[in-house]
């Protein structure tokens, strides 16, 4: 077993990495001090995952929303379900299914050690019949039929739908009535045995506990395995946008929008330092203390809802704007104005300090939170990267590689205005 020690002089932090011989990679950040410990057990499978690697390199396709049904299967078993165990040990469980990963997890303040025991058991021991998948095709339609009423989560879909004419990153978490028909116990096992191989996995702990205490419990509960870190296809995508405007009527008080500007790229990902000088470009041009802002609240076409997000993860990226508006039309009309007046005046370089400062600054501050550095260092390891990296990158971005980022994005030909109108 490799233990590595991860240091950041800077800011008087280490966390540990573990090469455990089952062939799974451990993450422990202890923080002396604190009450509560977080775990995290992820994979590197989500709802983009559409297609599996066969023995012989071939891709074969699976049913979307495969991800996020599995996820919601991994938690029974023949006995007490997941869920009930933790609720014996007083620990918080959850677990999530995003485009890029799925990741099982919990938060407590005791029995730090038969909670991880849990998280690892049940993890790794899936349970599926066709009586129960079936059952489970029920309780998910409902789920995806329930979503279809959630304006926040309309508007983004409708927008990625208008936007993207191949990548499943269209398509709901969750999938589709149709598509989840296909789903059977055989489907399961099968992404199960590819994408929930250990060596496609992480385990991320910070908080109150130590290294010796997660090696103990993962001696004694992982099962090796071999295997390698799944492989994922590039799909082809044209340039351009489907539609530059889609609208769909809800029950909704104000009307809700999100404006996205599609990007094209050579390469399937963005690096950590093309993602942070877009955030500092983003919150330049439309942060709370920004000019856009300002007059946008001023106008009385935002609220404080408002927002920006890059939206980015493996062949596919994009800059969503959203919030609610009385005239998401006027609103998309003035993003795009600034980004125009952006381009003619250049980027101030006071501003672009300050903002690198205030953004530093932010993930400084998350350090701090033993959720968002156990998740990060998740996002971190899949990235091949450490928690620390975007710290040192911070460091090396210039007001002439925000130049050259607004050169190269947020053209307004593959724009997507997505509304949700309130009914009448």
Same mark, same amino acid.
């Given at each position: 077993m490799k233990i590595s020690e991860i240091r950041n002089e800077q800011l008087n932090d280490v966390y540990f990495d573990i090469d455990h011989p089952s062939g799974l990679k451990i993450l422990v950040m202890p923080k002396a001090g604190y009450e509560s410990t977080y775990a995290i057990f992820a994979t590197k499978y989500g709802s983009i995952?559409?297609?599996?690697?066969? %023995?012989?390199?071939?891709? #074969?396709?699976? =049913?979307?929303?495969?991800?996020? !049904?599995?996820?919601?299967?991994?938690?029974?078993?023949?006995?007490?379900?997941?869920?009930?165990?933790?609720?014996?040990?007083g620990a918080s469980a959850n677990a999530y299914t995003s485009f890029d990963r799925t990741g099982y997890l919990f938060s407590c303040s005791a029995n730090f050690k038969k909670n991880l025991e849990i998280l690892l058991d049940f993890v790794q021991n899936p349970y599926f019949t066709q009586a129960t998948v079936e059952k489970e095709q029920g309780i998910i339609g409902q %789920?995806?039929?329930?979503? #279809?009423?959630? =304006?926040?989560?309309?508007?983004? !879909?409708?927008?990625?739908?208008?936007?993207?004419h191949n990548l499943p990153v269209r398509i709901d978490i969750a999938g589709t009535q149709e598509s989840i028909a296909q789903i059977s116990a055989d489907v399961l096992y099968g992404c199960y045995k590819n994408f929930y191989n250990l060596n496609n996995m992480v385990l991320a702990v910070a908080g109150n506990t130590t290294v010796e205490d997660v090696i103990e419990v993962a001696d004694a509960v992982l099962k090796p395995v071999e295997g390698k870190m799944a492989q994922r296809k590039i799909i082809d995508e044209p340039k351009e946008v489907i539609s530059d405007y889609c609208e769909e009527t809800l029950s909704v008080a104000t009307p809700q929008f999100m404006l996205g500007f599609k990007e094209h790229w050579d390469t399937p990902e963005r690096t950590t330092k093309e993602e942070i000088t877009m955030e500092i470009l983003m919150d330049m041009l439309s942060g709370s203390s920004s000019e856009l802002y300002r007059r946008l609240?001023?106008?009385?076409?935002?609220?404080?809802?408002?927002?920006?997000?890059?939206?980015?993860?493996?062949?596919?990226?994009?800059?969503?704007?959203s919030g609610e508006s009385a005239d998401p039309k006027a609103v998309a009309d003035e993003i795009k104005k600034e980004i125009r007046k952006f381009r003619e005046n250049g980027i101030d370089e006071k501003t672009f300090e300050r903002t690198k400062k205030k953004l530093y600054g932010r993930m400084i501050m998350g350090m701090n939170d033993v959720d968002n550095i156990a998740n990060n260092m998740v996002v971190s390891y899949f990235a091949d990267e450490t928690i620390f990296t975007d710290f040192e990158i911070y460091k090396t971005v210039t007001v002439d590689d925000v130049k050259d980022m607004l050169s190269k994005t947020l053209d307004e030909n593959y724009s997507v205005l997505s509304v949700i109108k309130p009914s009448k």
């Open positions: 995952d559409t297609m599996i690697q066969l %023995e012989d390199g071939s891709f #074969k396709q699976i =049913p979307e929303g495969t991800a996020h !049904f599995l996820e919601h299967k991994l938690f029974e078993s023949e006995d007490l379900d997941a869920f009930e165990r933790f609720a014996k040990t %789920e995806i039929d329930m979503y #279809k009423d959630v =304006p926040d989560w309309e508007v983004m !879909f409708n927008c990625l739908r208008t936007m993207y609240f001023d106008m009385k076409l935002i609220n404080s809802g408002f927002g920006a997000e890059y939206f980015t993860g493996f062949n596919y990226s994009c800059v969503l704007f």
